[in-house]
């Protein structure tokens, strides 16, 4: 795999990505999350006082146990409920779609059983694209490497 710019958005330059955990549940757990897409990252960076997106290059190291969701699926939604449940995982690095603001509550719903599978499917419908990958385990940190940071404008 060749290398690639990564994107974070935080409110502080990161030059040392941690695993981030907490009581906060995500869509692929607990880890250090970023995405391909810049634009993304700036909206991530918006929701915070001071917003900067961290930019980094990776490497990912093809040993890692590392789960990619090329397709929103049955099988990345079910991955999105049990993480979001709290339940761990044993990847390294997981990749795929976010379930971005649009649909973060019809996830809730499904979960809840507001809603069933298909008309999570139905409401499921972005407006852009959207991409994570979530850097999981320590071993999966050292794929990064810091390049540099920028401020944000605020809209």
């Not at 810091?146 to 401020?151: A, G, I, L, R």
Request: glycine share 4%; net charge neutral.
């Amino acid at each position: 795999m060749s290398k690639t710019l990564v994107y974070h958005g935080s409110s502080i330059e990161i030059r040392e990505p941690k695993i981030i955990s907490g009581i906060n549940t995500k869509d692929f757990g607990e880890g250090f999350y970023c995405t391909v897409i810049k634009e993304q990252a700036e909206r991530w960076a918006r929701r915070k006082k001071t917003p900067v997106v961290n930019v980094y290059s990776t490497l990912i190291d093809e040993k890692l146990n590392i789960l990619e969701f090329k397709t929103m699926t049955d099988e990345w939604l079910d991955f999105i409920v049990a993480c979001r449940s709290g339940k761990k995982h044993d990847y390294d690095i997981v990749i795929g779609s976010m379930a971005n603001d649009q649909i973060y509550n019809y996830v809730n719903d499904f979960i809840d059983g507001i809603i069933t599978r298909e008309q999570f499917w139905s409401l499921a419908k972005f407006k852009y694209p959207t991409h994570q990958i979530n850097y999981c385990t320590e071993r999966a940190l050292k794929c990064l490497k810091f390049e540099n940071s920028e401020k944000v404008a605020i809209d």
